[in-house]
């Protein structure tokens, strides 16, 4: 009897060891980091994959990074241009006109009025509709006109447009009121020797030429330009 008892307490015994074996085999070995389920809730999981990676200390891959990268990458900024003398356009250059043979001209609109400019200061205007710098140049030109048109000074527009029916409806829809002539063939132009345009020629009471100003100057109006000049000139009398 005391045998059996014995053997039965054997047999218990093994089967409680094999019990706690196998409890202890299912049960997660412990590493020391938090899985991601405990780690993360769903509210405070990361927006990107940079983010995981950053808290879990996991590589991000190629294709990955490159796409983060580009989607962190800012646009450049444009610089601003500044204008200077070396980069700004100080006149346009004269298109050849493209007049053809036998073509006649009216030389009423290219000559200058010498009646008219006896004894006057008078500024010769050289431009074209084509022209950006001389439209854009138009408005001080009209203030220029304003201020010291006078019986003492005039301003003579010459238009060096290839077509005279552009030039008329240029003047008229921009109302410009004063002197005009359409150079239709260069002569004032080579007269002159002009260049570049927009180009203003002031000339004294005598018609000899004072002074030259050439292109649009980007610091300074033709009103600054030519204002200072066209005042000395108009204060010394004949």
């Known amino acids: 009897m005391s045998a059996t008892r014995t053997s039965l307490r054997f ?16 049960t997660p070995q412990s590493t ?31 294709a990955e990074a490159a796409r983060l990268a580009r989607a962190n990458k800012a646009n450049p900024s444009k610089p601003a241009k500044s204008y200077d003398d070396d980069n700004f356009p100080r006149s346009t250059p ?31 205007d050289f431009w074209a509709s084509w022209c950006g710098p001389c439209r854009d140049a138009l408005p001080k030109l009209k ?25 008329r409806a240029f003047v008229a829809n921009h109302q410009m009121n004063w002197t005009q002539r359409f150079d239709g063939d260069n002569a004032l132009l080579k007269r002159f020797q ?29 009103v600054e330009r030519i204002g200072p000049d066209l005042k000395r000139t108009l204060q010394t009398k004949p």
């Open 94 to 124: 004269i298109v050849k006109k493209n007049v053809a043979e036998g073509a006649t001209t009216n030389p009423s609109l290219q000559e200058l009025p010498a009646e008219e400019m006896h004894g006057k200061v008078v500024l010769l």
């Open 11 to 26: 047999v218990l015994l093994a089967c409680f060891s094999c019990v706690v074996a196998m409890a202890q085999s299912s």
């Open 194 to 222: 002009v260049s570049g345009l927009p180009t203003y020629v002031l000339l004294d009471r005598d018609g000899k030429e004072l002074q030259r100003y050439i292109g649009e100057d980007p610091g300074q109006s033709i």
């Open 32 to 62: 020391g980091t938090p899985s991601s389920a405990n780690a993360l809730s769903s509210s405070d999981a990361p927006k990107n994959t940079q983010a995981v990676a950053e808290q879990t200390d996991e590589p991000v891959s190629l």
């Open 143 to 167: 203030q220029l006109q304003s201020i010291y048109g006078s019986e003492d000074f005039m301003v003579i527009s010459v238009s060096e447009d290839d077509e005279e029916a552009t030039w």
